[in-house]
């Protein structure tokens, strides 16, 4: 009982406006930020940030009209063997961003292109639609050991070669996607009790197998104060930007401490918004991007396949751990990893690839009434 043909123009109107909406609104408040902090951040940052986002808007809409079911079904070997491929090659010939902000080399370099590429970003919504589909493969016995072998396996692989890529902070991303898809798949709550347990008794022996400025980060983005001049600066700085701001902010062309908060315009943008928009503009972002988790999960809930609801739920996990570990960093509370804030830290990569993420969760919403039945089975 296939739904009668529709033309593409229809199908465009399909789409969940709100998501849409939050994701240009939160867009447009990274562009202001930028604009206002011009004279110090440049000119280009401004131009690829919008650039990124004209092209991330128009590749949601691309994907939206898709059937992510058929192109998943058929293609979710190839997507996956495309994740390892490109992490592979970020081992290999990775280099650190180009303004020597950091030492992971996880960005590429493509001859004739002015600027790098971060593929984990973009591996972040394959990982979700394979593993969403490995998921529903062995869904009616999740709980099995072999089960779970398996999918430990699955993930595994992706997060030790964003590991071994230096990428810590994506590592962590990774996981969290990983929990909470099988969380709601089902997994029984004795395996997250067993690997916390897990996790409590190793530490002790990684920790000492961590090199001293390891450990040092790690103490030192908890507790800024410990290393004030140095480990510690970003983090301070940040916090006292955001202190700064107030409830009004200082404006769009004002404030002054953001200016000696290292690159500000990427990991810490959130603190120069707080300081020129004040608690009314970093508000605003939280419940832009707070409204656009609730709706995706509401999507997950409606979802006509049961991978299609997981996979809401893992780009849902995307926007929860990098919201709260970004902004955790900006207000001096969690170690500095470089995670972006999504659709409005600067960068090319994680713009674009948080619209392909809304995009397929566009193509799970269009595509909803696709047979009369509330949920397929697979």
Known sequence: MKEFSITLFQRLKLIDKIILICAVLMSGLSLLTLLGGIGVFGTRQVIVQAFAAICGIFLMFLISILDYDYIISKLKYFIFAFSVFALVVVILFGTGVSDGSSTNRNWIKIPGIPFSIQPSE??????IITFAKHIDILKDKINHIWSVCQLMIHAGIIIGLVVISGDLGSALVYMAIMAAMLLVAGLS???FIAAGVMMVVIFPYLWEHLDKYQQDRILVGFNPELDPLDKGYQALQSRKAI???GFRGAGMWGGAVYKTLPVAQSDFLFAVLAEKFGFFGAFSYMAFMSTMIVRILYIARKARKDYGAYICVGVSAIFIAQTVENIGMCLGMLPVVGITLPFF???GSSMIAMYICLG???SIYSHNKKYYFERELS
């Open 360 to 362: 397929v969760v566009q």
């Open 122 to 127: 973009f591996v972040k919504i394959c990982f």
């Open 243 to 245: 202190a700064a701001g």
């Open 345 to 347: 830290s600067y960068g």
């Open 189 to 191: 709550i004795w395996y």
